[in-house]
Antibody, heavy 124, light 108 residues
């Protein structure tokens, strides 16, 4: 059974940094691209970032480019999203999701499994 | 970026009814790379359809997708009580991938 478990969310002050993690199990982690999608309270879904199966390629939404970095540790089947210079607009539930493919052109893929999400609140 | 507009925004239906949800793209979606997701309150999204018309694993056959170019549709042939939720379309044929704003299916 595919499982994705996010962690690392919480309350952070504006301008601060946070590192989210996603522990994956039940599939060959190194064979699939992985993504983060966020959802602000009461709002719709927004793609944040994607990393290729090998970890060689990363893609970011314009709204987070230059502030977020994405990496993966195949030895521990874990995905990490480093978020810097956080602002109120980054407040959201952050979902880790598995792509159906190993490589997503331009970072774009359908997402067949999702974690339950971790809430990030940016507030003073 | 490709903007996806979903309609209707919110509508009420009765169990057993046939429901058609629309997703219109601001430019043609390459390769029919259009997916539909279902999200219930407090839950993560669930993939229903990918590639415009392929059902994801375990999805009941009352869900079907169709369309190409800029116009796509998700049809629920007969609404079941567990189908009341918000439905999102996503295009992943153009970069960056984008989501529609969602359609809420409510109980009449």
């Amino acid at each position: 059974e595919v499982q994705l478990v996010e962690s690392g969310g919480g309350l952070i002050q504006p301008g601060g940094s946070l590192r989210l993690s996603c522990a994956a199990s039940g599939f060959s982690f190194g064979s699939y691209a992985m993504s983060w999608v966020r959802q602000a309270p009461g709002k719709g879904l927004e793609w944040v970032s994607t990393i290729s199966s090998s970890g060689d390629s990363t893609y970011f939404a314009d709204s987070v480019k230059g502030r977020f970095t994405l990496s993966r540790d195949i030895s521990s089947n874990t995905l990490h999203l480093q978020m810097n210079s956080l602002g109120a607009e980054d407040t959201a539930v952050y979902y880790c999701a598995k792509s159906k493919k190993g490589y997503c052109s331009g970072g774009s893929c359908s997402l067949d499994y999702w974690g339950q999400g971790t809430l990030v609140t940016v507030s003073s | 970026e490709t903007v996806l507009t979903q309609s209707p925004g919110t509508l009420s239906w009765s169990p057993g009814e046939r429901v058609t949800l629309s997703c219109r793209a601001s430019q043609s979606v390459n390769n029919r790379y259009l997916a539909w997701y279902q999200q219930k309150p407090g839950q993560a999204p669930r993939l229903l359809v990918y590639g415009a018309s392929s059902r994801a694993s375990g999805v009941p056959d009352r869900f079907s997708g169709s369309g190409s170019g800029t116009d796509f549709t998700l049809t629920i042939s007969r609404l079941e009580p567990e189908d009341f939720a918000v439905y999102y379309c996503q295009q992943y044929g153009n970069s960056p991938q984008t989501f529609g704003q969602g359609t809420k299916v409510e109980i009449k």
